[in-house]
């Protein structure tokens, strides 16, 4: 039977939100973005930013992040904490951290990327996570914010209730450089957006939704320090999505077929998959090239579902990952993929 989990209190305007780099340290190299992620929390949404000692830190080690994370969890003045941004080493904070301090005080998390490794720590606790939302990309996003996006955090952030996940009509997964003044005073090229494909029997499943970044489920796979005893997922629901390191489908392939040799994959109840970001500054894929790469990349997921979870609903395409719009995914919270409407809601 899926678990129960609690929603914490959701902040108010006015309040006091910790801003953190648990991950990366671009804040500390890209002032642009992030000081105008700081002004959208001030002025769109109410909210008073709060930074800590390695914020900004151009260095810092996982013991002095996760220092940074009690202090905001453990301060009854911060109603909400929110990452800067990504990166790639934060499974190494997680043994840092003190699980008493989290779970005696919830507070909503914001961020995605790298910082699934928070999400899914305070998944094993039973506390409801909010997979979207960086400071730098989400807030920070030149000239405005996306307005499926703006929707969709603002929900998140200050409501209790239940939402239809609006596929987009326009994306897109192309960016230009931070250090480039001009990056900030032209809106970005929008693509028509392929709307989500669906598969597997016509039902409707609800669970808690657990997942993220496909890179750090492989390294919780590979760690095996924070995953629970299998019978702990069942009945939630998957979601994942890949990052702007364009994973090959062979990797792709790989990490399910790891999920399923593990008998991890047969748990969930249904699937949610993320539009692939297809373009990198390194890969400037043109569209012919987009195409090619998301195909494959659901080629190989079909491939690995069908063969270790044949006839699970699953969803190709939605919005939550490193695309642009981004919907906002409740870790732990209430998922329903109903494919008979062919439609997902999410409890915030």
Do not use: C
């Not at 998957?238 to 990490?255: D, F, G, H, K």
């Amino acid at each position: 039977m899926p678990r129960d989990f609690s929603y914490p209190v959701k902040p108010s305007p006015g309040d006091a939100v910790a801003v953190l780099s648990p991950s990366g340290r671009a804040a500390s190299r890209f002032r642009a973005p992030y000081e105008l992620g700081l002004v959208r929390l001030q002025e769109q949404f109410g909210l008073v930013p709060a930074e800590y000692p390695t914020t900004r830190a151009a260095q810092a080690s996982p013991a002095g992040r996760a220092g940074d994370i009690h202090a905001a969890f453990g301060d009854p003045a911060i109603k909400a904490v929110i990452a800067s941004i990504g990166g790639e080493d934060e499974i190494k904070v997680l043994s840092h951290l003190d699980p008493g301090v989290l779970a005696d005080n919830p507070k909503p998390f914001f961020g995605y990327s790298d910082n699934t490794n928070l999400h899914l720590l305070l998944w094993n606790l039973g506390l409801v996570s909010y997979h979207g939302g960086a400071v730098m990309v989400e807030l920070g996003r030149p000239v405005s914010m996306n307005p499926v996006t703006r929707r969709s955090l603002q929900r998140a952030l200050f409501t209790r209730g239940t939402y239809l996940l609006e596929p987009p009509r326009e994306y897109t997964d192309e960016e230009r450089p931070w250090t480039d003044p001009a990056t900030f005073t032209a809106e970005s090229a929008m693509l028509p957006a392929a709307p989500w494909s669906w598969y597997g029997p016509e039902t409707v499943i609800t669970g808690p939704a657990w997942g993220g970044s496909l890179e750090v489920i492989d390294f919780h796979l590979r760690a095996s320090r924070y995953l629970l005893t299998g019978d702990r997922y069942d009945g939630a629901v998957l979601y994942a999505e890949t990052s702007e390191e364009l994973p090959s489908a062979s990797y792709v392939y790989r990490v399910l077929m790891g999920m399923g040799e593990r008998g991890l994959l047969q748990r969930f109840a249904a699937v949610i998959w993320a539009r692939p970001k297809a373009w990198s500054f390194e890969q400037p894929n043109q569209p012919p090239a987009k195409a090619r790469y998301t195909e494959a990349q659901r080629e190989a997921v079909l491939a690995a579902v069908g063969e270790y979870h044949p006839g699970v609903p699953l969803v190709f395409g939605a919005d939550f990952g490193h695309t642009d719009p981004q919907l906002v995914i409740p870790s732990g919270g209430q998922v329903t993929v109903d494919s008979e409407r062919r439609r997902i809601l999410v409890t915030y």
